[in-house]
């Protein structure tokens, strides 16, 4: 088989959409469930039933690394309620397809996460759908490039951070009480916390702030039996790179490995978090990054 996305040297069309970006309109499809092999083409991921009969809430679950989590959660054995905003109805659909066909049941919740009434509703949801809460994936998010601090408006700064750090306070908060020993929360960061991106001033401070919640979280929870980590990814072949862009920022589009990750390889961290193969591992962030070396 081809493996042309995971080769060195891969680089991703340079195309633009509106925000927030719509998985079907991709011009490439982004691999959401095959790993690479040493020679360079790709295989579907293996299975363990390493999440047999947990219930997963993904927030922005509809496409990138929501999507592919979704998918790899429900072929670890998982069930998932999936957490859109309502414009995204088209990729949620296709995600559910693709989750309930590895037999699991996908729940498809829309609402905008940025009104903590609606982060309530999501934990009720799936204690109503799914029975319970055993893991929480706080992906969903929100960014968009200005060059200086000076062009970066108020309402900007607030919606970045309203969508991007509030609700994963929220939605830890409201599904905290009702998860139990070997329950597991991971938050998406970002390189960016890291390294400091002037182009994305917001979002890089929103992910600085969700590496610091990770830690504090942990820190409550522990001992509780409770685990909360994060994974930092780097440049990822999704949605929000033709939607928030530009052209010069596309086209630099790589990391030290040659080229941009792919959903499924950020997905298989977060399933490593969600399962007890990191029975070890609470209050850290895992540098899906591609090989750039940070300071962690």
């Known amino acids: 088989m081809s493996g042309s996305q995971y080769q060195p040297g891969h680089t991703i069309p340079v195309t633009h959409q509106e925000f927030p970006g719509k998985e079907h309109r991709m011009p490439v499809q982004a691999q959401y469930d095959t790993l690479p092999t040493d020679d360079g083409g790709y295989q579907k991921y293996q299975p363990a039933k390493k999440l047999e009969g947990k219930k997963a809430i993904i927030t922005g679950g509809d ?29 949620a659909k296709e995600t559910k397809e693709m989750v309930e066909s590895h037999g699991r049941k996908c729940y498809l919740l829309a609402t905008d996460l940025t009104d903590k009434a609606n982060c309530k509703k999501a934990v009720d949801e799936a204690l109503k759908t799914l029975g319970g809460v055993n893991i929480l994936f706080n992906n969903a998010a929100y960014q968009n490039m200005v060059d200086d601090i000076k062009d970066l408006s108020e309402e900007q700064w607030e919606h970045t951070f309203n969508t991007n750090i509030h609700p994963f306070f929220y939605l830890s908060k409201y599904a905290l009480p009702h998860m139990s020993r070997g329950a597991t929360i991971i938050n998406n960061a970002s390189i960016n916390a890291y390294i400091g991106r002037p182009d994305l001033l917001d979002y890089t401070s929103t992910k600085g702030a969700i590496v610091s919640f990770t830690r504090g979280l942990s820190n409550q929870y ?4 409770i685990r909360v980590n994060a994974v930092a990814p780097g440049p990822v072949w999704t949605p929000l790179i033709p939607a928030t862009m530009n052209d010069e920022a596309q086209k630099s589009f790589t990391s030290p490995m040659g080229r941009p990750a792919q959903p499924s390889e950020i997905a298989t961290c977060v399933v490593f978090l969600a399962s007890k193969d990191s029975s070890a591992i609470s209050g850290q962030t895992i540098h899906c990054n591609g090989g750039s070396i940070v300071n962690g």
């Open 222 to 225: 522990v001992s509780q039996g």
């Open 63 to 91: 496409s990138g690394i929501g999507r592919a989590t979704a998918i790899l959660f429900a072929m670890e054995g998982a069930d998932s309620l999936i957490v859109y905003l309502p414009d995204e109805e088209k990729d």
